[in-house]
């Protein structure tokens, strides 16, 4: 009994996991990344829809409902164990825990997705802030090295590719088709001992800052001796 229900636990782990790869290998290669996740979740919507109709068709329409219902009437009671009940009580077959299985990893990958286009829509937002620099490889140089040195931390897992497009769209700063292979150039196409510019540049803007600082407090000093 416990075996059937860690199989179905399992599996919907591993599958779910797969699909996420998948997921994100696709929305690598997208120039659009809303356009792609849309697509996607038509996908998945559209396999999730032709699965309930096979469920109710095999009488397990209504399977995780009463699952949850039966849930919601005995706190003593276990999903496990409402779930063996349930199945092994009507004598079910393992193509049919195949079908309970992909319900649930379809369901979760779509509710991925919607989370992602939502994540997606937020960062597109129009703000006032805007990248100055006219060199793109220079900000996508910037943005690897913090997650380099994990001041930008991948906690959705959402990969180098897609953090260097939100905080570009954050800055507003269109990236063109070709970033992916022009940071690659700048990278192989270098002496071993080769800084980017961008690099250079940090050191003489906080130098400046630093400087004029220093310059702003010593002249207020300069006045309270007078």
């Known amino acids: 009994m416990i075996n059937i229900y860690n199989t179905y636990s399992k599996k919907i782990e591993t599958d779910f996991e797969s699909n996420k790869r998948i997921i994100q290998i696709s929305l690598d290669k997208a120039r659009n990344q809303n356009a792609a996740i849309s697509n996607l979740l038509d996908q998945f919507r559209n396999q999730f829809n032709e699965l309930q109709k096979i469920l109710f068709k095999c009488d397990l329409g209504n399977f995780f409902q009463r699952i949850e219902q039966k849930l919601d009437l005995d706190k003593d009671q276990t ?110 196409d270098r002496n071993n001992d080769y800084t980017p510019e961008i690099f250079r540049k940090l050191v003489i803007g906080w130098n400046q800052y630093r400087d004029d600082r220093l310059q702003k407090n010593q002249s207020k000093r300069d006045k309270k001796t007078y």
């Open 79 to 188: 999903e496990e164990q409402i779930f063996l009940e349930l199945f092994l009580i009507s004598n079910r077959s393992e193509i049919e825990l195949h079908y309970l299985i992909n319900y649930q990893v379809l369901k979760i990958t779509i509710q991925h997705l919607e989370n992602k286009r939502q994540q997606d829509n937020s960062t597109n937002q129009i703000t006032s802030l805007h990248w100055g620099g006219t060199i793109e490889t220079e900000i996508v140089q910037l943005i690897y090295a913090l997650i380099e040195i994990g001041y930008i931390q991948d906690k959705d897992n959402i990969g180098k590719y897609s953090i260097v497009e939100r905080f570009t769209k954050f800055l507003n700063f269109n990236l063109s088709k070709n970033w992916k292979d022009n940071l690659s150039s700048s990278v192989n």
